[in-house]
């Protein structure tokens, strides 16, 4: 037998996710993120959960072969474009559209030689200072590729540094906005945050939304407010099972540098997940943790291939006892990846994108 740790994949709550944001922004069309393999998820194992989208978008073309290889005709955004000129044949071929963020990637156009025409989203600098081209030379390159014979459409994006604060877009926006606001095309600027904390406002959603991590259970403005204030659903459960207990006495203490020492009797669990499944080895003492799909708290330093729980509120809890890391219980309750994540002092996409390849992934069978 395996070692007992899983990843569980819920297509049926990455569908109320999608469903969420189209009713947070219901005249907005919608570019699914399904970079980094969905988050960690495996497109494959989302992509029926996501059906409903308008289009897909990731970096690599490896990814969007795999969205088109499943069968779908609409549209595929590549957010960075390609990055080298061979890349746009295959844009050609797959009718990938690619966003431009440079005057690079405008030469390679105009030598590349199709008969098909791109659909491309120009993007803006408007302050992150990462891709794109700044206000000042933003329409220059407007001009430039609208020129071009292989340019059959252009949008415009632009990304936000700050959208999960109050304000956090304002300046941004303006300078968008402005930039662009006599030039015809379609606009992209909202990623999960914005989409859900400002797509009531026109100027926000535009045509076209970017969430990403709502649509895999994670609160865009988490500690602000949590995936229930969101009615989001976890995407993605790490799962695993108590492979050993240990009675602890007074000053007894456990794992790697004793990090935790027993102030009298207990009851710890030993867990088969560690960091090399991908979970935070920087989770201290107390990060949650459900067993049987009962809180209880983590002990100790985090090891390779194991860590260690308190069960000694937990009696009926030992071998073979039910542990969720994060996601659903099967007794229904909750564990948020991302209060494990605070836990750790990051976000949950880095855990659900950093589960290690030891651990399979297994489509919730229950909710296809
Ligand atoms: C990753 C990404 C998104 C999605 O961001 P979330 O915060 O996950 O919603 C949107 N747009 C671009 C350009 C991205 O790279």
Same mark, same amino acid.
């Given at each position: 037998m395996p070692r007992p740790i899983t990843a569980i994949i819920h297509p049926a709550a990455v569908r109320h996710n999608l469903e969420r944001v189209r009713q947070a922004v219901p005249d907005a069309k919608l570019w699914s993120v399904v970079k980094a393999n969905a988050y960690g998820h495996g497109i494959e194992n989302v992509f029926e959960g996501l059906r409903a989208t308008d289009g897909f978008a990731m970096l690599d073309l490896d990814e969007a072969q795999r969205v088109r290889a499943l069968g779908w005709r609409g549209p595929i955004l590549l957010l960075e474009g390609v990055f080298e000129p061979r890349d746009l044949e295959l844009c050609s071929r797959l009718s990938i559209w690619h966003a431009v963020h440079c005057s690079e990637q405008i030469d390679w156009l105009a030598a590349h030689k199709t008969q098909v025409g791109h659909r491309v989203f120009l993007k803006?600098?408007?302050?992150?200072?990462? !891709?794109g081209f700044t206000p000042e030379r933003f329409r220059a390159a407007y001009a430039r590729l609208n020129a071009l014979p292989q340019v059959d459409e252009i949008s415009f994006m632009t990304h936000f540094s700050d959208a999960d604060v109050e304000h956090g877009l304002d300046r941004q926006l303006a300078v968008f906005h402005q930039t662009t606001?006599? !030039?015809p095309g379609e606009r992209s600027i909202g990623n999960s945050a914005a989409t859900l904390l400002r797509g009531t406002d026109a100027q926000v959603r535009c045509d076209w939304v970017r969430p990403g991590i709502v649509l895999y259970g994670s609160s865009p403005d988490f500690p602000a407010h949590d995936i229930a204030h969101w009615d989001l659903q976890p995407t993605m459960t790490l799962r695993s099972k108590i492979i050993g207990t240990q009675e602890l006495h007074a000053g007894d203490t456990v794992g790697y540098g004793s990090l935790f020492q027993a102030e009298g009797v207990m009851r710890l669990g030993v867990v088969a997940c560690g960091y090399a499944d991908g979970y935070p080895r920087h989770c201290p003492t107390g990060t949650p943790v459900l067993v049987d799909g009962q809180r209880t708290r983590s002990l100790g330093r985090v090891s390779m291939d194991m860590m260690a729980v308190d069960l000694s509120h937990l009696p009926q809890a030992g071998l073979g006892s039910e542990v969720t890391l994060w996601g659903r219980a099967s007794n229904g309750t909750v564990l948020p990846v991302d209060e494990v994540a605070a836990a750790a002092g990051t976000l949950g996409y880095e855990l659900m994108c950093a589960v290690a390849p030891r651990v399979a992934k297994v489509v919730d069978g229950a909710e296809k």
């Open positions: 803006m600098n408007s302050g992150m200072n990462r !891709l606001q006599d !030039l």
